[in-house]
């Protein structure tokens, strides 16, 4: 039953660090009724945007001509992908089997806060931003496909403990911050060569929700996900037990188990003053023209009034629904073996609706002694390529910590791309 | 328990800890953002594009298209008109009057009993004119009534020979009871557009000469009789300003209006300032064109081109001699003008000089005398505002003509309110496609302040002329490409002074040939920019 408890907790670490591999073997030897464990998680990462860059972008600075070029070497010509997610919450346990006259019933309640702007961009776009089409006078500039999402929301979790079939299910009700939605199949910005003309393609749509109010305690939308966990035992013969194979009693040890998690799995419905753009046109400019060369007003070159009828699609302000960015994952956790202190680990996550790739890690874990562990890991996927990744681990009797990060090189080099850290507390009682 | 309790307090103090951790990092994170994100980009856009032809340089309506597709342009300008003052002043004196009872003593008057009723002849100087009659398209007659009768009256003053559509002019005023020391004063002014006045008097005989009829009655709702006395007077004021004529008889006299040595401007002209035009046949006709009814002898005394280069005079054998104009005939008030014309061309006078000056100015001295020869048509001079005396210049000058250097050169003045302090440079590039024979050479300077203009900022300056064949027609367009470049300093300069100087030097293919401009040649222009931008983030 311990074993239970303590395997659920300790992974329940990564429900609330969806991001972070690293499950938090925080519990052992635990025999506490209730457990409170608080996060907080934040990363950024771009495809080819490296650190020098992002810094300069965050931190304020000039982004020099060697570095915009440094940058847009890196990116392919499309699906280079961004984010940036602040995550933070706190989750109360009470596993005292008190539910359901005490039958291996508990439950859990969390509160939850999350930002994540993600994209999928163009290496046009890129360089229409921070080049400007100066030097692409008689081409395109291919800004799309493009996709932009920024999302914040809070969500209460209530979820239901079942010890002996290890898993844990609920749901969660969201209030939804802000939303902004931009999609761009097609944004292409072509140049005549002699200067003569541009013009703009734009197929896209932009879901936005309330603008005048976007602070932490604004109600613009309104929504709910569910969220399970599932944990397998993998059970194997140990070298002792099977040498006694042959006295027909089969002893099975449980070496690990496979996690099986859903997150956020949900939607918003965004009903306060939202905000619809869609589009599918051609604009095209030639400029000004002069018919009367001695009786011209020329104050007003730019209709800035017709620029923006021509350009900006007109406004639709029905409520609109968007899909939480969820989680899916599957992992699998060595049960920790005081004989052994190294054990392997591996998993993969895939998150819903924020322009990444699925993320596939490995790694190993290795334990210093009872209270202290550390795990490194190679990752493939995500927001980049190829990442490294380290944990270090606090287990005391009342209290855990976790610092850990998916981006180790990231942390240390100005080379890296991106940075990723993450914070766990875990309380018993 | 105890234990517990110093667990959970501990809890909360590694907690508090935490959270001051974290508040640490967020502002030192916070404060890490210490200036502002920046980064240059560089954008490209169309700006104005345009096609001109020979019509849209100048008003289409001077502009003769011949049948092999040449131009002339054809140019009338009035150049004088005779204002109407230099005949006859109309008056715009003040005509005061006393009135009152002719009787001595006190009388009771009721209410309304009329004790004033005076009808008077006025005679007006009008400037050596003896005009029997006149009407006007304008004007007005102002009155100040000033009373010191002790009751309330009606005053009227009737014009017997002023009439407007067949009715009399008349005008009723009403005053307030004076104390019979301060007096109650009325002021007030009527129109006298369309109205026709007889000033021939009483008998017919007279000229300049008005009959008026000035009357004060006791106002008729007045309750009780009022006290008159001869001491009891009305002084009526009246005035007339800003008369109109539009018709009038009489005889004009026989004025000399001298027009002093005068200049007229031709505006663009002043921009040329160096080079040659070589002209083909030019026609130049002086057109005098009088519907005065009066006899006129007019003199040109002289008649002057003046450009930066010198004065050339007109010499034609009309300068300086009189010209005699025939009286006009008329039919009711429609008038039959009489014309006078004269032409200068190449072979009667120094025209081609006169013209290839480039005056930005034309001189003249005219007298003209009316009735040189007195009142010999009896009074019987007349005058109608459509038909006036007036002279006109017709100029016919053919687009056939050589430009050597002809360099013309004007200031553009910017008023930029947008912020362009993040603007760090910027190219204006202009494509031209050129279907003239002509070339050109487009400097653009920047005020320097007190220094005035520095160096241009063309780095590319030619439009050159299109291709043409041996007959000097052109057979192709040739593209050119103008680059203006400046880099910040000069955007702030040209923003913060407001003005750009451009020199533009013109030169026809195949000097010293003349080319002739057909209608259909054109430019087109297409001007576009690429700006280079500092983003600026915070």
């Known amino acids: 039953m311990k074993a239970v408890l303590i395997l659920i907790l300790t992974f329940s670490i990564g429900l609330g660090v969806a991001q972070s591999i690293f499950p938090q073997n925080l519990l052992e030897d635990q025999n506490n009724s209730l457990v409170i464990r608080s996060f907080a998680e934040g990363f950024y990462q771009g495809q080819g945007l490296t650190n020098r860059f992002i810094d300069k972008f965050i931190y304020g600075g000039h982004i020099s001509d060697e ?6 070497s890196q990116l392919k010509t499309e699906e280079n992908r961004m984010g940036l997610c602040f995550r933070t919450g706190i989750k109360f346990y009470d596993l005292s089997d008190s539910l359901f006259k005490g039958k291996h019933w508990g439950i859990s309640i969390g509160l939850e806060h999350q930002q994540l702007i993600t994209s999928s961009f163009t290496q046009d776009l890129f360089h229409a931003v921070f080049f400007g089409n100066a030097d692409r006078i008689g081409q395109d500039l291919n800004m799309g496909p493009t ?9 209460l979790k209530f979820n239901l403990v079942n010890k002996k079939n290890h898993c844990e299910f609920g749901f969660s009700v969201v209030k939804g911050q802000s939303n902004i939605t931009f999609n761009a199949d097609q944004f292409r910005l072509s140049t005549e060569a002699n200067l003569s003309e541009i013009t703009l393609v734009s197929q896209a749509s932009l879901f936005q929700s309330n603008t005048n109010s976007t602070g932490f305690f604004a109600g613009n939308g309104i929504g709910a996900a569910l969220n399970a966990v599932y944990f397998i035992p993998i059970k194997s013969l140990s070298g002792k037990q099977k040498a006694k194979s042959d006295e027909s009693e089969t002893e099975k040890v449980t070496i690990g188990h496979l996690k099986f998690e859903i997150d956020n799995f949900g939607f918003i419905n965004w009903m306060s003053d939202p905000s619809i753009y869609q589009t599918d046109s051609t604009y095209s400019y030639s400029g000004f023209e002069i018919q009367d060369l001695f009786n011209q007003d020329i104050s007003n070159l730019v209709d800035t009034e017709v620029l923006a009828d021509s350009l900006l699609p007109t406004r639709q302000t029905s409520p609109y629904n968007t899909i939480l960015p969820a989680v899916f994952s599957v992992s699998f956790e060595p049960t920790a073996d005081k004989n052994n202190s190294i054990s392997g680990m591996a998993g993969a996550w895939y998150q819903i609706m924020a322009n990444a790739r699925p993320v596939v890690y490995g790694g190993v874990r290795y334990r210093l002694n009872e209270r202290f562990s550390g795990a490194i890991v190679g990752l493939v996927g995500g927001y980049a390529t190829i990442n490294a990744g380290l944990q270090l681990t606090y287990s005391g009797s009342k209290i855990g910590a976790v610092i850990a990060t998916n981006n180790l090189i990231g942390m240390v080099s100005k080379n890296g791309n991106g940075r990723h850290l993450n914070f766990g507390v875990i309380c018993k009682f | 328990m105890n234990e517990q309790r110093q667990f959970i307090l501990s809890i909360f103090e590694r907690m508090k800890q935490l959270i001051y951790f974290l508040l640490v990092a967020l502002l030192y994170f916070a404060s890490c953002k210490k200036e502002a994100t ?17 019509s849209d340089m100048v008003n289409d309506s001077n502009l003769l298209v011949h049948p092999d597709s040449s131009l002339s342009l054809h140019i009338e300008r009035e150049i004088y008109r005779l204002n109407i003052d230099s005949l006859f002043t109309t008056p715009d004196t003040t005509i005061s009057e006393v009135h009152a009872v002719a009787f001595p ?22 400037s050596g004119a003896e005009l029997k009659y006149i009407s006007l398209n304008g004007g007005q007659l102002n009155y100040e009534i000033i009373s010191y009768v002790t009751g309330p009256t009606i005053d009227s003053i009737k014009i017997p020979s002023a009439t407007k559509h067949g009715s009399e002019f008349l005008t009723v005023i009403h005053l307030e009871e004076s104390d019979g020391t301060i007096p109650t004063t009325v002021t007030g002014s009527v129109d006298l557009s369309d109205y026709e006045f007889d000033l021939t008097g009483s008998d017919g005989l007279k000229y300049n000469t008005l009959i008026s009829n000035i009357s004060t009655s006791i106002d008729p709702t007045h309750s009780t009789p009022v006290d008159i006395s001869n001491a009891d007077s009305v002084r009526i004021n009246v005035s007339f300003e800003n008369i109109d004529p539009g018709r009038a008889l009489g005889y004009f006299g026989n004025e000399l209006v001298e027009v002093p040595l005068d200049t007229v401007s031709i505006p663009f002209m002043d ?14 006709s002086l057109s005098i064109t009088n519907g005065i009814g009066v006899d006129i002898q007019s003199t040109v005394n002289e008649l002057n081109s003046i450009s930066s280069i010198g004065t ?24 039959n003008s009489s014309e006078y014309t004269t032409t200068f061309n190449n072979s009667s006078s120094n025209l081609t000089p006169f013209i290839e000056n480039l005056p930005n100015q034309i001189s003249y001295d005219t007298k003209i005398q009316i009735n040189p020869f007195g009142d010999v ?10 038909y006036p005396l007036k ?21 553009i003045q910017l008023s930029v309110d947008q912020d362009t302090s993040q603007i760090k440079s910027g190219t204006l590039k202009i494509h031209a496609s050129n279907h003239f024979p002509l070339g050109a050479e487009v400097q653009v300077y920047l005020s320097n302040g007190a220094n005035g203009f520095a160096d241009s900022v063309v780095s590319q300056p030619i439009i050159a002329p299109a291709v043409v064949n041996s007959f000097n027609e052109v057979i192709a367009p040739t593209a050119s490409e103008l680059l203006i470049e400046l880099d910040t300093e000069q955007i702030h300069q040209l923003i913060h002074s407001g003005i750009a100087l451009i020199k533009v030097i013109f030169n026809t293919t195949n000097l010293p040939n003349r080319i002739k401009l057909k209608d259909w040649y054109h430019i087109d222009l297409n001007v576009g920019a690429t700006i280079k931008y500092k983003h600026e983030v915070n």
Do not use: M
Request: glycine share 6%; aromatic share 8%.
């Open chain 2, 312 to 335: 050339v005079a007109l010499s034609h054998s009309t300068i300086g001699s009189p010209i005699n104009l025939n009286r006009p005939s008329k039919t009711g008030w429609v008038v």
């Open chain 2, 391 to 411: 002279a006109d210049i017709v100029l016919d000058l053919p687009l056939c003509l050589g430009a050597n250097n002809l360099t013309l050169q004007d200031t």
């Open chain 2, 377 to 386: 048509n009896s009074h019987g001079d007349f005058y109608h505002s459509d």
């Open chain 2, 271 to 284: 921009k040329i300032i160096g080079g040659n035009l070589d002209l083909d046949d030019i026609d130049l």
């Open chain 2, 105 to 126: 003593g006190t009388i009771s008057v009721s209410a309304g009993f009329t004790f004033i009723s005076d009808v008077e002849e006025s005679t007006f100087n009008v």
């Open chain 1, 67 to 72: 570095l915009k070029q440094e940058v847009e």
């Open chain 1, 147 to 155: 996709r932009l999402s920024a999302v914040q929301f809070q969500s």
């Open chain 2, 38 to 54: 920046t980064w240059t980009s560089e954008y490209a856009a169309p700006l104005v594009f345009t096609s001109l032809n020979i």
